[in-house]
C-alpha cells in the first residue's frame, strides 16, 4: 500500500476492483483543517473520468502498469494480433480491448500497450497517423451547405469529414485521438 503522497500523473489506482489513472492532482493544504489531494481519474477500461479526493497520508493501492512497445500486424476472426518490438511474442487483443483504436491501425503501426499483471488494458497510438483516402464524392465548389467538408472513407474503413479538396487517392493526416483531418501529406 501507498499513501496520497506518491499520487503523480499518469500512476495507475486500484479503487472497489477498478483501475483508474490519474490524469491531474494537486495536493492542497487549507488554512484550515487537513491537508488533502485533490484528484481526475480515468477509468482505464471505459474511458469515463471521475473526481475524487484524498485525505492527506490516507493510503492508496497503486497497480503496476508494464507498458511496452508493440506492432499491429493483422486482424483475424479472433480480434487484432500484436508482435512485442522487444522478444518478437505475438499478442492477440478483442475488440473490446482495441476499441476505436482500429479505426486507425494500418500494418506496421507502432502502438504501445499497456499491461497489467499479464492482462492488456488499452492502446496508444501515436498522435497521428497517414492514411489513404479510399473513397469520397467529387466536391462541388458552390456547395457551402456543409460548411466546406464532406464525407470521405478512409483505408481502415473509417469514415470522416474531410475539406472539399480532397479526392480518393490523396493521402491525409488524421489525428487519432479525435478522428479529425489535419492536413494533406505530401
Excluded: C
Excluded at 512497445?69 to 482495441?98: E, H, I, K, R
Excluded at 489513404?132 to 460548411?147: F, H, I, K, N
Amino acid at each position: 500500500m501507498a499513501s496520497t503522497a506518491d499520487i503523480k500523473n499518469g500512476v495507475v489506482l486500484n479503487l472497489d476492483g477498478q483501475l483508474w489513472t490519474v490524469v491531474e492532482f494537486q495536493h492542497v493544504k487549507p488554512g484550515k483543517g487537513g491537508a488533502f489531494v485533490r484528484t481526475k481519474l480515468k477509468n482505464v477500461v471505459t474511458g469515463r473520468t471521475n473526481d475524487k479526493t484524498f485525505n492527506a497520508g490516507a493510503k492508496v493501492d497503486i497497480e503496476n502498469v508494464d507498458r511496452r512497445d508493440f506492432t499491429y500486424l493483422y486482424a483475424d476472426g479472433d480480434g487484432f494480433v500484436f508482435m512485442d518490438t522487444t522478444d518478437f511474442d505475438q499478442l492477440t487483443l478483442s475488440d473490446v480491448v482495441v476499441g476505436d483504436a482500429k479505426n486507425f491501425l494500418l500494418e506496421n503501426t507502432q502502438v504501445t500497450i499497456a499491461l497489467n499483471n499479464g492482462n492488456p488494458l488499452y492502446i496508444e497510438l501515436p498522435t497521428s497517423v497517414i492514411l489513404e483516402v479510399t473513397y469520397s464524392e467529387p466536391g462541388l465548389q458552390g456547395d457551402r451547405s456543409s460548411a466546406g467538408t464532406k464525407p470521405a472513407t478512409v483505408e481502415t474503413g473509417y469514415e470522416m469529414q474531410v475539406p472539399l479538396f480532397v479526392e480518393t487517392g490523396t493521402k491525409i493526416k488524421v489525428d487519432t485521438r479525435t478522428g479529425d483531418y489535419l492536413g494533406r501529406e505530401k
